[in-house]
């Protein structure tokens, strides 16, 4: 808990960090609802697809033990 402001000048420090808090709250929000909104986007473009779209190439195996 926040103790209340003694002056004015505590109070209004107060209300600058209640209005930082709000706006990196604000941003960060938007950075996951942007997540969201591409990740869903890039599932439903990749489920409508009917073939493999992985290109895989062949497995190359060192001739030497793993202690090299």
């Known amino acids: 808990m ?17 209005y930082v808090d709000a706006t990196l ?9 942007a997540m969201l909104v591409f990740g869903i986007h890039v599932i439903r473009k990749s489920l409508a697809v009917k073939w ?5 190439v062949p497995a190359i195996y060192r001739q030497e033990g793993a202690n090299g």
Do not use: G, H, R, S
């Open 52 to 56: 493999a779209t992985a290109k895989e």
């Open 25 to 33: 709250t604000a941003l960060f929000m938007a950075v996951v609802l």
């Open 2 to 18: 926040l103790a209340p402001a003694k002056n004015m000048a505590q109070m209004q420090q107060i209300i600058f960090n209640d």
